[in-house]
Nanobody, 126 residues
Framework: QVQLVESGGGLVQAGGSLRLSCAAS????????MGWFRQAPGKEREFVAA????????ISAGSVKGRFTISRDNAKKTVYLQMNSLKPEDTAVYYC???????????????????WGQGTQVTVSS
């Protein structure tokens, strides 16, 4: 069984920065993908960014490109989401997710992810 524990959310003013962390535990193998998704009130959950553990390939949504960076620490099996130049529209619950079996092509596909964290609130004030 895989478990994901997130941390790092909070309240920040527009233009500020936050870093989210997500630590994975359990049997994951080495060819998995970890991703970040977010869900704003009244909206569907959407893809933010993802990283392949083997090789480190990354992908991010157009809305966050240039502002958010996903990275990993192999030894800690932890993925990070560095969020800079935050905007009020980035306000959402952010979820970490893990896909054991996907490929580079499936990285943005929410239905591919089998395991999810509990979510962490990010609020950006204007």
């Amino acid at each position: 069984q895989v478990q994901l524990v997130e941390s790092g959310g909070g309240l920040v003013q527009a233009g500020g920065s936050l870093r989210l962390s997500c630590a994975a535990s359990g049997r994951t193998g080495s060819s998995f993908t970890m991703g970040w998704f977010r869900q704003a009130p009244g909206k569907e959950r959407e893809f933010v960014a993802a990283i392949r553990w083997a090789g480190g390939s990354t992908i991010s949504a157009g809305s966050v490109k240039g502002r958010f960076t996903i990275s990993r620490d192999n030894a800690k099996k932890t993925v990070y989401l560095q969020m800079n130049s935050l905007k009020p529209e980035d306000t959402a619950v952010y979820y970490c997710a893990l896909d054991l079996w996907g490929t580079i092509a499936t990285m943005p596909q929410i239905q591919q992810y089998e395991y999810w964290g509990q979510g962490t609130q990010v609020t950006v004030s204007s």
